[in-house]
């Protein structure tokens, strides 16, 4: 396959390091994650110790002092290990997202505070911005935040948080002001250890993503010290979570790419080895044509979020952009996986063949990271706003 235009030697050594990482000390463990449902704590150390936590984060503050470009190679990695169902999941929400609004919205005490503890996976990240009644109309939350004396109190539930049964700090997105739609909404940084009022609901049983905890949370008179608001001033969340999402959508379509790309090779090989009438399963017309949409599908993807990747290392990936990557990358992957999953015939359907799991983690990306229809509705509105709003 050809090297992405965005991945440089070094890069290149990194995903060599990341892999051998991976095959070693994960591979032997994700079985046992996905029966307890989560991934080791322990395991959360040893990425730290080896780099693939906060990979984007400045050195100043604990991280790999990488780029965006360090990040993605260290998640395509993780699927291509078919980890992202479990540490895949929750490294991107930690590193790529929590850390990451730390870094662009906390103050220098904040960021000293946090980010070393993330980057040497003693403290995992959450975000909590879903809830029951509040999905992708995320300005109609009603966990709210009233200011009194030194704290916000917060009162709410959220629902469907990754990380939520481990994470030690939670960015919970409440309203300040509860009047207002979207301008009411803020970021406060929950440190779940001894917080009162504070519980973790269920870890919620899902069809996939077997080895990644997804929770309710529960809040209940929590009091969060009123430095704990990633700022400067209340009422800009909405506006820093959206700030945010572009590079959210975008790791998830280069993840959907990945797996793509390995559900070919893992099709492919299998269709070589599989005797049917005197034949291969690969020597059908049929299998080779359905395996060749699947190769162009994922060759597709890879082109356009390799575009995509390079305006995000630039600084211009707009968002429209980045929720194309998104809802077309992770629409072809439940196109691929399904075609791959039939071409193993039974075995497809059994859960001890990576396609099996595949099949069933790849349906999530359609939803989570803001639904695929939210990614069409962001496009429509780039489309009406003339071509200034156009990526
Ligand atoms: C495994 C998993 C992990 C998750 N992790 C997190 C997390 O860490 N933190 C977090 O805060 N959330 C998380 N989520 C929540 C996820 O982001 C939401 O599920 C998603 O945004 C959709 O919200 P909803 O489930 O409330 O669906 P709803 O908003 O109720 O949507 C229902 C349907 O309506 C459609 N729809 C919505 N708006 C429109 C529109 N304008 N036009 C047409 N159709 C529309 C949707 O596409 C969907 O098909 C996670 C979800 C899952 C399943």
């Not at 704590?41 to 604990?62: D, F, Q, T, V």
């Not at 309710?216 to 990633?230: R, S, Y």
């Not at 080779?288 to 211009?316: H, I, P, W, Y």
Request: aromatic share 8%; proline share 2%; glycine share 12%.
């Amino acid at each position: 396959m050809e090297r992405s235009s965005w991945i440089d030697d070094e890069l290149d050594l990194l995903q060599e390091q990341v892999a051998r990482f991976l095959a070693r000390e994960f591979v032997p463990l994700a079985e046992r994650w996905s029966l307890q449902g989560f991934v080791d704590r322990s395991a959360w150390l040893k990425a730290g110790e080896n780099g693939l936590l906060c990979a984007s984060i400045p050195a100043a503050y604990g991280g790999g002092d990488g780029n965006w470009g360090h990040e993605a190679i260290i998640a395509q990695e993780v699927a291509r290990a078919g980890l992202n169902g479990g540490f895949g999941v929750g490294n991107m929400v930690s590193s790529g997202i929590v850390a990451h609004y730390i870094l662009a919205y906390g103050s220098e005490e904040q960021k000293q505070r946090w980010l070393p503890a993330m980057a040497r996976g003693e403290c995992i990240g959450a975000v909590a911005m879903t809830e029951p009644s509040a999905g992708s109309d995320l300005k109609s939350i009603k966990t709210t935040a009233r200011k009194t004396g030194q704290h916000y109190v917060v009162n709410g539930a959220k629902t469907f948080v990754s990380n939520g049964q481990q994470a030690d700090l939670v960015i919970v997105a409440a309203k300040t002001d509860p009047a207002t739609g979207r301008k009411g909404i803020s970021l406060l940084v929950l440190e779940a250890s001894g917080a009162g009022g504070f519980h973790r609901g269920r870890a919620l049983e899902k069809i996939g993503l077997h080895a990644q905890d997804t929770s309710e949370l529960f809040f209940d008179d929590v009091h969060i010290p009123k430095g704990n608001l990633l700022g400067p001033e209340e009422g800009r969340g909405f506006h820093q979570l959206t700030e945010q999402l572009a590079w959210e959508r975008l790791s998830i379509a280069l993840i959907c790419t990945a797996e793509m790309e390995r559900a070919v090779e893992i099709t492919t090989a299998y269709a070589s080895e599989r005797s049917l009438f005197g034949g291969k399963l690969f020597d059908l017309q049929n299998t080779q044509f359905k395996l060749a949409e699947c190769k162009t599908l994922a060759a597709v993807a890879r082109s356009f979020v390799d575009g995509a990747m390079v305006a995000q290392l630039n600084g211009r990936l707009a968002a429209d952009r980045a929720a194309m990557a998104k809802w077309w990358a992770s629409d072809a992957l439940g196109r691929v996986v399904d075609e791959c999953l039939q071409l193993h015939g039974g075995y497809g359907y059994m859960s001890e063949y990576p396609i099996a799991r595949m099949w069933a983690d790849a349906r999530v990306s359609r939803i989570y990271g803001g639904s695929n229809e939210t990614m069409k509705s962001i496009i429509a509105k780039a489309m009406q706003a003339g071509p200034s709003g156009r990526s």
